[in-house]
């Protein structure tokens, strides 16, 4: 069984369009996170949820929003994209601290 | 502010060496430390992960890692690298945020290339 699983691993759109990306965690972890990893391998945690609460948002543009339904999702939806929001976003859930992570979704922005 | 070093961008080892990753941090108490690694085209992986205890610790794939508080430091070792080992690896920093969540610090990575 997958632990964090997202999706779609790849994802290719038009500038200016609007998509999400899906998150569900089994683990039964109170905390998810999505991340973002440039091409120069940085990451950037971008938001997470405890609880179905946002307890970090790293001043990423308002253009991302995360929404949490329940314990185990985290979806993350962009408005408007730009071309630099091309990277690979990363979903990742923890207790204690040690995160577990999903496989990636690469966004391409064209 | 917190932070975590990974000195070297990449490595370059040759198949059957060993290995040593560096990691340096800043924080102000014992924190909780982590390596991850991501092979191509794929998520990250925990290696091993120090909380307490014996500072020396063992994770998966034969890595092991070493808490130095004087140096701060907590460097990621195995004694013989194999091809498989080549990938991205993440050295991250658990610090404590309010309501006992924990916000995870990392490093920009180090890019281990193995020789034949």
């Known amino acids: 069984d997958t632990a964090v699983s997202q999706t779609p691993k790849y994802l290719v759109t038009q500038m200016g369009n609007d998509k999400s990306i899906k998150c569900e965690q089994n683990?039964?972890?109170?905390?998810m996170y999505w991340y973002k990893q440039d091409s120069k391998k940085f990451l950037k945690i971008m938001f997470s949820?405890?609880?179905?609460?946002?307890?970090i948002n790293e001043t990423v543009p308002n253009r991302f929003s995360p929404k949490s339904p329940d314990k185990a999702h985290l979806n993350l939806h962009i408005n408007s994209l730009e071309l630099g929001d091309s990277a690979v976003y990363f979903c990742?859930?923890?207790?204690?601290?040690?995160?577990?992570f999903g496989q990636g979704t690469r966004l391409t922005v064209v | 502010a917190q932070s975590v070093t990974q000195p070297d961008i990449h490595i370059t080892v040759s198949e059957g060496a060993s290995l040593e990753l560096r990691c340096n941090y800043s924080?102000?108490?014992?924190?909780?430390l982590f390596w991850y690694v991501q092979s191509p085209g794929q998520g990250l992986q925990l290696l091993l992960k120090?909380?307490?205890?014996d500072t020396l610790v063992q994770g998966i794939k034969g890595f092991e890692a070493e808490f130095k508080r004087s140096q701060s430091s907590f460097n990621l070792r195995k004694p013989s690298v194999h091809w498989s080992d080549a990938a991205e690896y993440f050295c991250?920093?658990?610090?404590?945020?309010?309501?006992?969540?924990?916000?995870?610090?990392w490093g920009a990575g180090t890019k281990l290339i193995i020789k034949p």
């Open positions: 991250a920093v658990g610090a404590p945020l309010m309501d006992s969540n924990y916000q995870l610090i």
């Open positions: 924080y102000g108490a014992t924190p909780y």
């Open positions: 120090y909380f307490s205890g």
């Open positions: 683990l039964g972890h109170d905390t």
């Open positions: 949820y405890n609880n179905k609460e946002l307890i």
């Open positions: 990742a859930s923890s207790r204690d601290s040690e995160a577990f």
